[in-house]
């Protein structure tokens, strides 16, 4: 039968770190760790109180077990063992290939931010033709995160697939009841599992969770799939804003996502267009 990951014993206290900024659910990346064989086939059916009680006390024990030993690793060591049960899984699979897209979230560590701008650099020079001034404006933003960090109020999640990031996003504090999305990004070979959408919901569980009223976010009309991926959340288009900036004439784009309190009418904005040959100020 299939281990389970701790947050299902309600055993929290054995939950590894990697998962304490995240809900676990059965399409997790970690709900993926098996054994390679299942001792009880899934075509075998289970039958009576007697039996029935005795598979529960397996399972329990199993759940026990496997919580254990994930609680003894700490964050890097997690992310070692999934990328090597992923390897595992990709050679003995009937196909040779995984039974479905593998991945985890998790916070930043060291490096991470530093790669994301990076990651922000080459790509949007290759895909989008942007210069190094875009980039420089992503290391501000992502040097802003770092020194004013809020734990309780803001988070990095980042993807991490096969022992590699496949994307990030930021979720910041813009003030006590506004928070803002910044740099959601996915690479390319991750793209089409989902990652982006995982990554925003992310985002919008926390902000709901940290009492934020809003969240905002600043784009540009070429990045056409995050736009869809914040239309698909919920967010609204409320202004357009032309501008040339990084080397190209650009149209940047304000969307919104209301958050109010629970039984809270839902509100309106309308999406207006305005004329600015400047970076806006929401970029920063």
Not at 19 to 35: A, I, W
Not at 253 to 259: G, I, N, T
Request: glycine share 8%.
């Amino acid at each position: 039968m299939p281990p389970r990951p701790a947050a299902e014993t309600g055993a929290s206290a054995r939950e590894p770190d990697v998962f304490t900024q995240m809900p676990l659910t059965r399409t997790t990346k970690v709900e993926r760790l098996r054994y390679i064989t299942d001792p009880l086939p899934h075509d075998v059916t289970v039958v009576g109180p007697i039996s029935l009680t005795l598979y529960a006390a397996i399972d329990a024990r199993s759940r026990d077990a496997v919580a254990a030993m994930l609680g003894a690793l700490d964050g890097a060591d997690q992310v070692r063992l999934v990328a090597a049960l992923e390897t595992a899984e990709r050679l003995l699979g009937p196909s040779g290939q995984p039974a479905g897209p593998c991945y985890i979230l998790r916070s930043h560590q060291p490096g991470d931010i530093g790669w994301i701008v990076h990651r922000h650099g080459v790509l949007y020079a290759d895909e989008y033709g942007l210069d190094q001034i875009f980039e420089a404006l992503v290391a501000q933003i992502a040097a802003g995160f770092i020194e004013k960090f809020d734990l309780a109020r803001e988070r990095c999640w980042i993807a991490e697939r096969q022992g590699a990031i496949a994307g990030a996003v930021l979720l910041v504090k813009d003030s006590d009841e506004v928070a803002k999305l910044r740099l959601l990004y996915v690479e390319p070979a991750a793209r089409g599992l989902g990652i982006g959408t995982r990554l925003v919901a992310e985002c919008i569980r926390f902000a709901r969770q940290a009492r934020y009223r809003k969240i905002t976010l600043w784009t540009n009309d070429v990045l056409v799939a995050a736009r869809r991926i914040y239309q698909a959340s919920g967010f609204r288009l409320v202004r357009e804003e032309p501008h040339r900036s990084f080397g190209r004439d650009l149209v940047g784009q304000y969307w919104e996502l209301p958050l109010p309190p629970p039984g809270a009418p839902p509100t309106e904005a309308a999406g207006h267009r305005v004329r600015s040959g400047k970076l806006p100020r929401a970029a920063v």
